[in-house]
C-alpha cells in the first residue's frame, strides 16, 4: 500500500488537499476493518461500512459553523490518525445512534474510558486553510441533481440535525424520511464518486 509510506502527516494533507487515490487507500482500505467494527457496534442507519466511511468523510471535512476549519484541519496529531479517526467515528456513532448492546454483556454503569479518551484529545490549530475544504464539500453538495436531498444532506451532515430535527425541517414525518435520507445518501455517494474522492 502506497500510504503504509507516508506519515499522519502526508496523509492529513493529502486527504485535505483531495488526493482521491490517498484518500480511497486510506480511508476505504487500509481503514476500512475499523470502520466495520465500529458499524457493527451501532444501529447506524447505514447499509454498510462503506456508507459509514462516506458520512464520516464527509463529517471530518465540512467547516464549523463558528471557527469555519474542519475537524481533519484541527486534528493536532497528539495520538496517531488511525487513533483519532477511531475517536471520532465512536464519538459521532454514539451521539445520533443506538449502540447495539452483546446478550452476553451486562451494563450496570457505562465505562468512561472512550469519553476519557475523547475529552483528553487537544485541538491544536494548524495553519491549513479552510476556504479550500469549503469549495470541495460545496462542489460535491453541487453534484447532487436533487435539491430537496441536497438540502437533507445539509440539514443533517452540515448543520448536524439529529434524523427528527431534519425530517421536521423538510416537512416531513419520521416514516418517509429514513426511505428519502437513503436516497440522498445514494446522491452523496454519487457525487464523491463524480469528484473522484473515492
Not at 92 to 121: L, T
Request: net charge positive; glycine share 2%; charged share 30%.
Amino acid at each position: 500500500m502506497m500510504t503504509d509510506s507516508l506519515t499522519d502527516r502526508e496523509i492529513v494533507k493529502a486527504i485535505l488537499c483531495r488526493n482521491a487515490k490517498v484518500t480511497k487507500e486510506f480511508l476505504y482500505g487500509r481503514c476500512y476493518p475499523l470502520f466495520a467494527s465500529i458499524h457493527a457496534k451501532y444501529y447506524t442507519d447505514c447499509d454498510t461500512p462503506v456508507e459509514l466511511i462516506n458520512e464520516i468523510y464527509v463529517y471530518i471535512l465540512l467547516p464549523h459553523k463558528e471557527t469555519h476549519r474542519s475537524k481533519l484541519q484541527d486534528f493536532g496529531f497528539r495520538c496517531s490518525l488511525t487513533m483519532w479517526l477511531k475517536i471520532v467515528t465512536e464519538n459521532y456513532c454514539h451521539q445520533i445512534f443506538a449502540k447495539r448492546i452483546p446478550k452476553d454483556q451486562n451494563f450496570d454503569g457505562e465505562d468512561d474510558s472512550f469519553e476519557r479518551i475523547v475529552n483528553s484529545v487537544d485541538i491544536e490549530i494548524n495553519n491549513l486553510r479552510m476556504d479550500d475544504n469549503k469549495k470541495i464539500v460545496q462542489r460535491v453538495l453541487n453534484r447532487m441533481p436533487n435539491a430537496r436531498y441536497r438540502r437533507l444532506i445539509e440539514l443533517r451532515y452540515l448543520q448536524e440535525k439529529t434524523n427528527e430535527e431534519t425530517a421536521v425541517a423538510l416537512g416531513m414525518n419520521i416514516d418517509s424520511y429514513y426511505p428519502k435520507h437513503q436516497l440522498a445518501k445514494a446522491q452523496l455517494h454519487a457525487a464523491l464518486r463524480k469528484e473522484g474522492i473515492i
